[in-house]
T-cell receptor, first 112, second 113 residues
Framework: AQSVSQHNHHVILSEAASLELGCNYS??????LFWYVQYPGQHLQLLLK??????LVKGIKGFEAEFIKSKFSFNLRKPSVQWSDTAEYFC??????????FGAGTILRVKS | DGGITQSPKYLFRKEGQNVTLSCEQN?????MYWYRQDPGQGLRLIYY???????QKGDIAEGYSVSREKKESFPLTVTSAQKNPTAFYLC????????????FGPGTRLTVT
C-alpha cells in the first residue's frame, strides 16, 4: 500500500543537540514533499517543502530537509535544537490531485 | 487576516447524536479538506472538495458527511454511524493548481461519551 513512514514516534534531545527525523514514502513517480510542524496549542504549519530542483531545501527556524530520490526519503534536520522546537512533526507527500498523505508524526521533546 | 477558522475548539456530545463541525476560510481557496488526527496515526483524510457543490470521499469517510454550498465553508457532520468519533478534527484549504501545500485551521477536539 502507498504510505509515508516516520521512523521514530518519540524523540527526546537536549538543547544544542543535532536533530534528524526520518521520513520514507512508497509512491513512485513525481512527488511533492512537505514537513509540517504542530507546536503545542498551535495550528499545523508548514516547515518546508520540496517540489523540484535542489534536493536540499531550507525552511523556517533553521530546519532543512534532503530529498534522496533513490532512497524515497525526505529526512528533516536541524544542527542545533532549542527548547522552543518541542512539537510534533509530520512528513507528508502529495499523491496527486492535491491530496496529501501524512506520516504518523514524531513528537520531539527538547530538554532545557 | 486571511486564514481558516474552526468552531468550536472543544465539543462534547452524547453517543447517538449527530454533530456538525464548522470550517470557514477567507483565503479564496477552491479546495478544502477534512482530516482526523489520532495519536500515533498522523492525519487521515475524511472528505475533500475541489469546487463548490462537489466533494469526494477520502480514506475514512464512513460515518461522516459534508456539504460545500459556498466556497468559504465546508462543514463536517459526524453522524451516529461513526464508530469511534472522539478525535481531533482539522480542516484545511489549498489552491487547486498548486503543488498541494495546504493551510490548516486550529482544529476542533470532539469528545463523545
Amino acid at each position: 500500500a502507498q504510505s509515508v513512514s516516520q521512523h521514530n514516534h518519540h524523540v527526546i534531545l537536549s538543547e544544542a543537540a543535532s536533530l534528524e527525523l526520518g521520513c520514507n514514502y512508497s509512491y513512485g513517480g513525481t512527488v511533492n514533499l512537505f514537513w509540517y510542524v504542530q507546536y503545542p496549542g498551535q495550528h499545523l504549519q508548514l516547515l518546508l517543502k520540496y517540489f523540484s530542483g535542489d534536493p536540499l531545501v531550507k525552511g523556517i527556524k533553521g530546519f532543512e530537509a534532503e530529498f534522496i530520490k533513490s532512497k524515497f526519503s525526505f529526512n528533516l534536520r536541524k544542527p542545533s535544537v532549542q527548547w522552543s522546537d518541542t512539537a510534533e512533526y509530520f512528513c507528508a507527500v502529495n499523491r496527486g490531485g492535491n491530496k496529501l498523505v501524512f506520516g504518523a508524526g514524531t513528537i520531539l521533546r527538547v530538554k532545557s | 487576516d486571511g486564514g481558516i477558522t474552526q468552531s468550536p475548539k472543544y465539543l462534547f456530545r452524547k453517543e447517538g447524536q449527530n454533530v456538525t463541525l464548522s470550517c470557514e476560510q477567507n483565503l479564496n481557496h477552491d479546495a478544502m479538506y477534512w482530516y482526523r488526527q489520532d495519536p500515533g496515526q498522523g492525519l487521515r483524510l475524511i472528505y475533500y472538495s475541489q469546487i463548490v457543490n462537489d466533494f469526494q470521499k477520502g480514506d475514512i469517510a464512513e460515518g461522516y458527511s459534508v456539504s460545500r454550498e459556498k466556497k468559504e465553508s465546508f462543514p463536517l457532520t459526524v453522524t451516529s454511524a461513526q464508530k469511534n468519533p472522539t478525535a481531533f478534527y482539522l480542516c484545511a484549504s489549498s489552491i487547486t493548481s498548486g503543488s498541494g501545500e495546504q493551510y490548516f485551521g486550529p482544529g476542533t477536539r470532539l469528545t463523545v461519551t
